[in-house]
């Protein structure tokens, strides 16, 4: 497997000055970590939001502020950037994502979260399919059982109750979690080829040309604290997205993708703290489950790869 240049991420030019440098898998695990507790964060922010912005309008701020923050690349890129290939594969990425963005930000507004992070973790699923189809990836019978027993586990933790008057908003949480594991396999199928830069900049620009229009048509003038919240949603979902980008070249979707899983902790810790929210004795056993579901993929993959630390 050939090395990452030390320039390429400045986290393992620091690993590598202090003697712990890490295997590519292991980095995409750890930037896969940090990305899921980014996202989670953002769900928090947009579900203050919906009670008074629409999702169309937090979605156009979210693009907005990912463009922005993205436009010294751009410049530098341009070249690249107006000499795009596989073009179909990009416009499917691109309507993936829309699709995951919007319709997640309507689950997780109108459903309990617990209820909205289930449903999310059906993208797990939805990607070793997808994966293996696509990509020749190996999604062996070892492999889809553990992906099965986390996702047991994530059913533990959560213990949802989909009553009947959400059944419109459990559906639109699959379709969701079905657009982000297009999104998911697309990328890595791209980043063969492209550049980080290309795949962050026809998301972030042609996501928000699709939001444009029925954000206008409902649009609320937001005040001071909820423009603030909303450029924080567009800061850190950038962020999030950069880095989930860089963890998916690094390492398997499947892999990365059983990282996704963390988000059920990351939700327990938030709900904790903000809405003193007490996981009871099944949950707890859901997190040990969870966590060795997330473990087994990585020291299987490190084993089947040989990967030899970074010099």
């Known amino acids: 497997m050939n090395q990452i240049r030390s320039n390429q991420l400045p986290f393992i030019w620091i690993k590598n000055k202090f003697g712990k440098a890490l295997s590519q898998p292991m980095q995409g695990v750890m930037l896969a970590l940090v990305s899921t507790g980014l996202f989670v964060l953002v769900g928090v922010l947009v579900r203050i939001l919906s009670e008074r912005i629409d999702l169309f309008q937090i979605l156009l701020f979210r693009q907005i502020i990912f463009v922005a923050l993205l436009t010294p690349a751009i410049v ?8 795009p290939r596989l073009i179909h594969l990009h416009t499917l990425r691109i309507l993936g994502a829309f699709m995951a ?3 997640g930000f309507v689950t997780v507004s109108n459903i309990p979260l617990a209820d909205a992070t289930a449903l999310g973790f059906t993208q797990v699923l939805f990607v070793a399919l997808i994966s293996r189809i696509c990509l020749a990836e190996s999604v062996g019978f070892s492999r889809m059982m553990i992906v099965l027993v986390g996702f047991f586990g ?7 109750t989909f009553e009947s008057s959400t059944a419109l908003y ?4 699959l379709c969701g979690a079905l ?15 492209e550049s980080r830069i290309v795949l962050l900049t026809y998301q972030a620009v042609f996501v928000g040309l699709i939001a444009l229009i029925p954000s206008l048509y409902s649009w609320q003038w937001p005040s001071f604290y909820e423009l603030m919240l909303l450029i924080l949603v567009g800061i ?28 059920i902790i990351y939700s327990l810790i938030f709900g904790y703290l903000l809405f003193s929210e007490i996981p009871d004795s099944l949950a707890f056993l859901g997190v040990f489950i969870l966590i060795c579901s997330a473990v087994i993929p990585l020291v299987l993959s490190l084993r089947s790869n040989k990967t030899k630390p970074l010099t």
């Open 154 to 160: 994530v059913m533990l933790i959560v213990q949802p």
């Open 236 to 263: 850190i979902s950038s962020v999030a997205q950069w880095v989930g980008v860089t963890a998916y070249q690094l390492t398997e979707a499947n892999v990365v993708a059983n990282v996704e899983y963390a988000k």
């Open 179 to 193: 657009g982000a594991a297009i999104a998911v396999v697309c990328v890595r199928s791209l980043s063969r080829t």
């Open 101 to 103: 963005l919007y319709l």
């Open 76 to 83: 530098v890129s341009i070249d690249t950037l107006i000499k």
């Open 170 to 173: 459990t559906l639109a949480g």
